[in-house]
């Protein structure tokens, strides 16, 4: 009986908000003590949402010294600004103040723990512990600390899939088109949307958007003068590593391969890899659909698409993982039998995201071998995540209309 009464405490404190209490919690103390778990996985901590304050402090500048901000200058490391203008364009238009980063940082951080947990649902015990381990996992660690606009492209992303599970298609494109204006890499997921969802929106309008916003980004590319190095933190790129490494230790005749060819290496290996998955582990969920999706369904394609971008482009660090992070929580709430399968899927899902602890700039040869452990786990998931769209392909045949639509035959 005491068991019973016991195990329904805890059931309701976890439904007035304890999961979000301890997630809270984890964090308060993080910030707190000067985050000890950054420190031990030798990113050192202590930047206290250091990318959100440059950006606003970037805004100020550009009232002084105008798009000079794109240029980097030691003199002025704080004035250095490398993603989309737009976000510049909007801090300034507002006014908002560099010292209200902080705050809108954590708001957002928050807002994206809310809306991720209402948008799951009723969830049982079990899930109820991988939301907690998914949300107190390394990479959401290094975003919330560094204070990323990842945080902030993600929520906006959040919003999107909703506005679309409610049919405000329109509003959910304008968010994803905001979204891609302030860091470019959720274009793909723009083009695809504004394919999907061509019936709802006059089709010149959409050539037109995207005509301009692709414009703007080259614009944008063209006056940062980008040249960053490749990350083999994160990512499809990550091969190269792979390649010269054991090129260098096993003494193969190999040549070192350079980041373009180590990186098209890398996306063969991840279609390899969809293509394996496709044919032996997609077949046992049921496949996504084109239409009448559920809103764990549109957040899954969203989070999830925005994921295998980033990855396949090897973008820098991997506090990016937040996109795989959330998605297979959606994965987990999409296919509701909550059976071995999905088991071993969540639990290859979170060890992609905690050995990811490891790839912070971090390459002591104690660790090499479980960070490559964890590499082969973000090709899982995002080949997992191919895979599982890929499927809906699998269902009829297809042919393309001269609405540039797609029939099932």
Same mark, same amino acid.
């Given at each position: 009986?005491?068991?019973?009464?016991? +195990?329904?405490?805890?059931?309701?404190?976890?439904?007035?908000?304890?999961? &979000?209490?301890?997630? =809270?919690?984890?964090?308060?103390?993080?910030?707190?003590?000067?985050?000890?778990?950054?420190?031990?996985?030798?990113?050192?901590?202590?930047?206290?949402?250091?990318?959100?304050?440059?950006?606003?402090?970037?805004?100020?500048?550009? +009232?002084?010294?105008?798009?000079?901000?794109?240029?980097?200058?030691?003199?002025?490391?704080?004035?250095?600004?490398?993603?989309?203008?737009?976000?510049?364009? %909007?801090?300034?238009?507002?006014?908002?103040?560099?010292?209200?980063?902080?705050?809108?940082?954590?708001?957002? @951080?928050?807002?994206?723990?809310?809306?991720?947990?209402?948008?799951?649902?009723?969830?049982?015990?079990?899930?109820?512990?991988?939301?907690?381990?998914?949300?107190?996992?390394?990479?959401?660690?290094? @975003?919330?600390? +560094?204070?990323?606009?990842?945080?902030?492209?993600?929520?906006?992303?959040?919003?999107?899939?909703?506005?679309?599970?409610?049919?405000?298609?329109?509003?959910?494109? *304008?968010?994803?088109?905001?979204?891609?204006?302030?860091?470019?890499?959720?274009?793909?997921?723009?083009?695809?949307?504004?394919?999907?969802?061509?019936?709802?929106?006059?089709?010149?309008?959409?050539?037109?958007? =995207?005509?301009?916003?692709?414009?703007?980004?080259?614009?944008?590319?063209?006056?940062?003068?980008?040249?960053?190095?490749?990350?083999?933190?994160?990512?499809?790129?990550?091969?190269?590593?792979?390649?010269?490494?054991?090129?260098?230790?096993?003494?193969?005749?190999?040549?070192?391969?350079?980041?373009?060819?180590?990186?098209?290496?890398?996306?063969?290996?991840?279609?390899?890899?969809?293509?394996? =998955?496709? +044919?032996?582990?997609?077949?046992? %969920?049921?496949?996504?659909?084109?239409?009448?999706?559920?809103?764990?369904?549109?957040?899954?394609?969203?989070?999830?698409?925005?994921?295998?971008?980033?990855?396949?482009?090897?973008?820098?660090?991997?506090?990016?993982?937040?996109?795989?992070? *959330?998605?297979?929580?959606?994965?987990?709430?999409?296919?509701?039998?909550?059976?071995?399968?999905?088991?071993?899927?969540?639990?290859?899902?979170?060890?992609?995201?905690?050995?990811?602890?490891?790839?912070?700039?971090?390459?002591?040869?104690? &660790?090499?071998?479980?960070?490559?452990?964890?590499?082969?786990?973000?090709?899982?998931?995002?080949?997992?995540?191919?895979?599982?769209?890929?499927?809906?392909?699998?269902?009829?045949?297809?042919?393309?209309?001269?609405?540039?639509?797609?029939?099932?035959?």
């Amino acid at each position: 009986m005491r068991f019973v009464i016991g +195990r329904n405490k805890l059931e309701r404190f976890f439904a007035f908000g304890g999961l &979000h209490s301890l997630i =809270l919690s984890f964090y308060f103390c993080q910030f707190y003590l000067d985050w000890p778990l950054l420190k031990l996985s030798k990113i050192r901590g202590q930047f206290n949402f250091e990318d959100f304050v440059t950006i606003f402090t970037s805004a100020n500048c550009f +009232r002084e010294i105008g798009l000079q901000i794109y240029i980097p200058d030691a003199t002025r490391p704080l004035c250095f600004y490398p993603y989309g203008r737009t976000f510049i364009y %909007f801090i300034d238009l507002f006014r908002i103040p560099a010292s209200l980063a902080p705050t809108i940082i954590i708001l957002v @951080a928050v807002l994206i723990m809310y809306l991720v947990i209402k948008y799951l649902g009723k969830t049982s015990p079990i899930e109820k512990t991988i939301i907690f381990f998914v949300f107190i996992s390394p990479p959401l660690w290094l @975003a919330t600390e +560094r204070g990323n606009a990842d945080m902030l492209i993600c929520l906006l992303v959040l919003i999107a899939a909703y506005l679309s599970y409610k049919n405000h298609h329109q509003s959910s494109i *304008l968010l994803l088109a905001l979204a891609t204006l302030i860091k470019f890499y959720t274009l793909p997921l723009l083009i695809i949307e504004v394919w999907r969802r061509r019936t709802y929106i006059n089709k010149y309008i959409s050539v037109s958007l =995207l005509v301009s916003i692709c414009y703007v980004i080259i614009i944008d590319i063209q006056a940062q003068h980008l040249q960053q190095p490749g990350s083999f933190a994160f990512g499809s790129p990550v091969v190269t590593f792979w390649i010269n490494a054991l090129s260098t230790n096993l003494g193969l005749p190999i040549g070192e391969i350079g980041i373009k060819l180590g990186q098209l290496i890398g996306i063969m290996v991840l279609s390899l890899v969809a293509a394996t =998955l496709s +044919r032996y582990v997609a077949p046992s %969920f049921k496949p996504l659909k084109l239409k009448g999706e559920s809103l764990s369904q549109i957040c899954l394609f969203y989070l999830g698409s925005v994921y295998v971008t980033c990855f396949v482009l090897g973008m820098s660090y991997d506090y990016r993982l937040i996109f795989s992070a *959330l998605a297979g929580l959606f994965f987990m709430r999409t296919y509701a039998s909550f059976d071995s399968r999905r088991l071993w899927v969540m639990l290859f899902w979170l060890l992609s995201l905690w050995l990811s602890v490891f790839n912070f700039g971090l390459s002591p040869k104690n &660790h090499l071998l479980i960070q490559w452990i964890g590499n082969i786990f973000d090709f899982f998931t995002a080949g997992l995540i191919i895979a599982l769209f890929a499927s809906q392909f699998k269902t009829g045949k297809f042919r393309i209309t001269k609405n540039w639509g797609i029939a099932n035959e």
